[in-house]
């Protein structure tokens, strides 16, 4: 079953076009790296399939099964305000926040939730410490167990391991891995292509415009 799919989608930032007549389909299950060149829209087209901007023209189709609030988005380290004056702990906690219905309140599992998370990446012992405080690599982890918290049906990353060493680099494609088999969507923007033979079960590769004429 597919989960969205992309009909002649062109992207762009004012009159400079990205990418043109796009067509993507993502299915339920898929695990999927996007590769390209800087500049070529793939973080683009990840914040325009989240529905963050808008394309110049096509269109997305989702299916019933896309439901924004069970997806965990990991954006680029840049885009991080990396000075935000909360704990690790209420970091983490705030991917729970789609489960809490009426009540704003966390309840035991949802704090079991993110400690469990911050314990697969070694940072449990920081969930007092201050993100603000945290090397960039740190705040990094804790965004991803953030992301994980929010998971239910679709994880979507954006060069998750940058900043990230080589042991935690494997450890979270160890964590994807396992999301993934038990049928959770894994969407990775990357320039690893060697990660991406070894992990995709579908390898998409953008071209600048200029390149696709």
């Not at 989608?9 to 400079?16: D, E, K, N, W």
């Not at 299916?63 to 983490?92: C, H, M, N």
């Not at 579908?202 to 600048?208: A, H």
Request: net charge positive.
């Amino acid at each position: 079953m597919f989960l969205f799919k992309c009909n002649n989608l062109c992207l762009g930032y004012g009159s400079t076009l990205i990418q043109e007549n796009l067509n993507i389909q993502i299915d339920k299950g898929d695990y999927v790296f996007i590769l390209g060149e800087n500049g070529t829209g793939k973080s683009t087209l990840i914040k325009t399939i989240l529905g963050f901007i808008k394309p110049y023209s096509g269109t997305i189709e989702y299916s019933p099964e896309w439901d924004r609030k069970k997806i965990g988005y990991l954006p680029q380290t840049s885009e991080i305000q990396k000075t935000f004056p909360a704990t690790v702990k209420e970091i983490v906690l705030s991917g729970c926040q789609s489960e809490l219905g009426i009540f704003p309140f966390y309840k035991k599992q949802h704090i079991q939730k993110a400690m469990n998370n911050l314990k697969k990446l070694g940072m449990e012992e920081y969930a007092g410490r201050s993100f603000k405080e945290l090397s960039g690599g740190q705040q990094q982890r804790i965004l991803f167990a953030r992301a994980l918290c929010a998971t239910a049906s679709v994880i979507i990353m954006d060069e998750p391991a940058k900043g990230f060493d080589s042991v935690t680099t494997q450890k979270m494609y160890e964590i994807v891995s396992e999301l993934n088999a038990q049928g959770v969507t894994v969407i990775t923007i990357s320039h690893d292509a060697q990660a991406a033979q070894k992990y995709a079960g579908k390898i998409i590769r953008l071209e600048k415009a200029e390149a696709l004429k």
